[in-house]
């Protein structure tokens, strides 16, 4: 028997074994496309430190599709510590304590009220949750290392 017989004897068998296989890379690209979905339309919130006159600073951006609601913070402990004789050490607490929105494409920046070279050799951390519109939550852990910061305000600009 040759190969064309073969196949004009066994078509239909060959017809279902091919809608099958169809059949489940449908499924399985279906399935992609949901998840791809699902991540595209929620929102992404990453942290960064900076320096704003001397000042260290947390930085919060949403790089996603939606906004981020009730978004809390907990910053380092280190910091309220060594601050806690500071009058600005209510500040600090108040941004815990609260929560608020972010856009997309927006960010927001909080100033921890600590000169960078009094605390440069720790390492700082931060963690917050957030919420998107539906109500899922999120959160994330940062450990920052300031010596990243230390090239930073060693450059300088060039002037335009």
Known sequence: MC??????EYNGAFTVLLTLILVIIN?????QNHILREDATKPKILANICVKNRNICYKLTNFG???AINIQIKIDPYLIERMKKDPL????RRIEQ????????????F????MWEQIKDHKLSLSYTYKDLSGKSYSQEYLFDLSVLDLDLAFKYPDK
């Open 65 to 67: 599709a939606s906004p």
């Open 27 to 31: 499924i399985y690209m279906g399935w």
């Open 3 to 8: 190969f064309i017989e073969f196949l004009n």
């Open 89 to 92: 050490t209510h500040k600090l």
């Open 111 to 114: 100033s921890t009220e600590t």
């Open 98 to 109: 609260g929560s608020f929105f972010l856009a997309p494409g927006k960010d927001s920046v």
